[in-house]
Structures are given as structure tokens and as C-alpha cells.
């Protein structure tokens, strides 16, 4: 049962002064230890094509750009997951443009390979993934529809889509005027579908691109109540916009320091009856990432040691000894997880084999 009101959540949006110390201060005693998680991960873009235009997206490129991955091969995604490996990653994360076979150059390599559409493609991706690794499945490419979902839940541990903001008023403006896949409609239907179908599942909220307090507000009720119904949401993602060079929303002001710590706040008294983790990527906050295990996060997401973050490639991830310190000086101790909690880490989530891989892991770990 929620123990908030909407109101409730919009005071501490709205917290000023002392009042924010206050909120901090009970947000932080729902912590239920003195664990902060990371995912140690390989992140693999398989394109960078996409359908959506989002005004804040670095990820995106077209596809003549001589730069841009078109579509990589299965012997370049297993050639990456063998270095990671070898490197202790335990997570493969998969990200893809969303319905980025609807762009010819990237039917057109399907078909070279094989495939009519990009689901077989990257439930076969996963699929050896497990075969010739020992890596877990995570992927994350946008909108997926109930029976993709199906294909991809026997081969993936755990998936996630940032749902952003529930308020259709943003697809007015830059940020999701050109991405019918930012539709909330569409992407609360997924993180639906992903809850009947016992997928373990990450979303978020995006602040700073254009939304209002009480947007924020609304989509982190959404959120909560997907998840009263479902119990599929492992951790919610409290990401701030950073701008950069060469995004249509250069000149968009980044949320403030405040902005993030009311947010983390709010985030973790509405989630606190849970055991929903909140994350705050720490290369995108690095100066300040310490602050926000006092106001309730518990986990930093997924850290590579092998790859950049292609979402974020201006802002690298911070190396695994200092995110310890980082840590450690808060007065917290690091720990790693898996991209699956180890709550839903049994038959009722997993298939025979995501299970016994997962076991294997846990053992090992």
C-alpha cells in the first residue's frame, strides 16, 4: 500500500531549505543496509539506427554517417563479449535503436545475415550468448510488443526501458516532438507487458527536458503502480539531462544539484515500503554522485570496465577502485550484483537454463 500522496511527493519537489535536509533525512531510513550495488557490464550497441529523434540523444546517428554502427555481426558481438569475460563482466547489455529494421540499410544487413526483422536477430544474439559465454542477457532497445517480449524473455535474464515522463505534453516538445516511440502511452504499455510476462525489469525517469513537477510526480505514480501490480520492477533510474555540443537541446539549462536530490528523495520515500532500488549513474553526476547515497540511492547501475557508455559517450564511467572510494568515504560499501536481483532469481522468473546460469553465477560470485 502506498504510504504517500501525489501531494505528498510534490512537497518534496517543491522542498526548500531546511525541508530538504528533512526529506534527505527520511528518505534515508528506509535504507535496509549499508549496500551499494553495481552491475559489472559489456555495453553493446548492436546499431546506432534509430526511428526516434530525440532532442537530448547522443546515441542516434544516421546511416550515412561513415561512423555509425550500421548492424554488427555476430562474430564482432562475440569477439567483445569474450574480452569482457576475460575481464569479470557478468552482464551483456544489448541496447539498439528503436525499430531500427524499419531503415533499409539495416533491413538490408539483416537479410545478409540471415533474418527478416530485428527481434530474431538479437534473440539469437542472446542465445549464443549464453551458449558460448557466461554472461547474462539484458537488453534494452525501446518498445517491444507482447510477443516479442515472449522471444525475448527465454533468452534474457532481465530487460529495461527508461520510461522518462508519462506526460503526453512532452511530445510537443524538442525533446520527443520527433519520437512517436517516446510516446508514454506505448512505452507504459511495454513496461506492462514486460510485468505479465514475469520479466525482471529496469525503467527510469529522465528529468530536465521540459517536464513540470507534477509531470515527475505522475510518472513516478505510473511507475508505482505497474509495479504493485506486476512486481517486475527491480530498480528506477533517476537520470538527469546533461547537455552536450551537438544536441538540438544544447541550450536546454541541466537540472541543478537540488533538482536531483529532491527527485532521489522522492523517489525513495515513494518506493521505500518496496524493495524497488533507486540508481543514479554516477558518471553522469561524478562530482556529486556521493551525495545522493545520503538521500536514499542504493545502487549505480551497470559500470563497465570494457566499453563506454554509448548513451552517455561524453561522460565515462568512473573506474571500479574509485567508485569504491567514492563509496567507502560516504560511509557505504560497495558490493556487486548481477543484472538479475537475486529475488527473482528462481522458476517462477527464469527458465531452466537462465536459472541454472544464474545459480552458476551466484556461486562463483
Not at 522542498?15 to 534515508?28: Q, V
Not at 531510513?29 to 551499494?36: E, G, P, T, V
Not at 522522492?266 to 545522493?292: E, K, M, R
Request: glycine share 6%.
Amino acid at each position: 500500500m502506498i504510504k504517500y500522496s501525489k501531494e505528498d511527493i510534490l512537497s518534496v519537489l517543491n522542498a526548500k531549505g531546511s525541508d530538504i535536509l528533512k526529506y534527505m533525512a527520511k528518505a534515508r531510513q528506509y535504507r535496509k543496509n549499508n549496500l551499494i550495488t553495481y552491475s559489472k557490464n559489456i555495453f553493446i550497441p548492436l546499431t546506432e539506427i534509430c526511428r526516434n529523434d530525440c532532442g537530448y540523444c547522443n546515441f542516434k546517428k544516421s546511416s550515412t554517417d561513415e561512423n555509425a554502427i550500421i548492424l554488427k555481426t555476430k562474430e564482432e558481438v562475440l569477439e567483445e563479449l569474450k574480452i569482457a569475460e576475460e575481464n569479470g563482466c557478468k552482464e551483456a547489455l544489448f541496447t539498439f535503436g528503436e525499430d531500427a529494421d524499419e531503415e533499409e540499410v539495416v533491413l538490408k544487413r539483416l537479410n545478409e545475415f540471415g533474418y527478416d526483422n530485428m527481434i530474431d536477430y538479437i534473440v539469437d544474439i542472446c542465445q549464443m550468448t549464453l551458449d558460448e559465454t557466461s554472461l547474462l542477457p539484458h537488453t534494452n532497445g525501446g518498445n517491444f510488443s507482447y510477443d516479442a517480449l515472449k522471444k525475448l524473455k527465454a533468452v534474457n535474464v532481465s530487460m529495461g526501458l527508461m520510461l522518462e515522463n508519462s506526460s503526453k505534453r512532452l511530445m510537443e516538445l524538442p525533446a520527443h516532438k520527433k519520437s512517436p516511440g517516446k510516446n508514454p502511452e506505448l512505452r507504459l504499455e511495454t513496461i506492462s507487458n514486460a510485468g505479465k510476462l514475469k520479466i525482471p525489469y529496469t525503467t527510469g525517469i529522465l528529468i530536465g527536458i521540459g517536464e513540470t513537477k507534477e509531470e515527475i510526480v505522475e510518472s513516478l505514480f505510473d511507475i508505482r503502480e505497474i509495479h504493485d501490480r506486476y512486481g517486475h520492477i527491480q530498480e528506477i533510474i533517476i537520470q538527469n539531462f546533461t547537455s552536450t555540443p551537438n544536441i538540438e537541446m544544447k541550450d536546454t539549462p541541466e537540472p541543478t544539484l537540488l533538482d536531483m536530490i529532491r527527485t532521489v528523495s522522492a523517489a525513495t520515500l515513494l518506493f521505500g515500503d518496496t524493495d524497488v532500488s533507486i540508481q543514479v549513474p554516477p558518471n553522469l553526476n561524478f562530482d556529486t554522485a556521493q551525495v545522493f547515497l545520503l538521500c536514499g540511492a542504493d545502487d549505480w547501475g551497470g559500470v563497465s570496465p570494457v566499453s563506454v557508455d554509448y548513451v552517455n559517450p561524453t561522460s565515462p564511467w568512473p573506474t571500479l577502485d574509485v567508485l569504491n572510494d567514492l563509496t567507502v568515504d560516504a560511509g557505504f560499501e560497495l558490493t556487486e550484483r548481477l543484472c538479475i536481483y537475486e529475488k527473482y532469481v528462481n522458476d517462477e522468473w527464469l527458465n531452466d537454463t537462465l536459472l541454472e546460469k544464474t545459480l552458476n553465477l551466484l556461486k562463483h560470485q
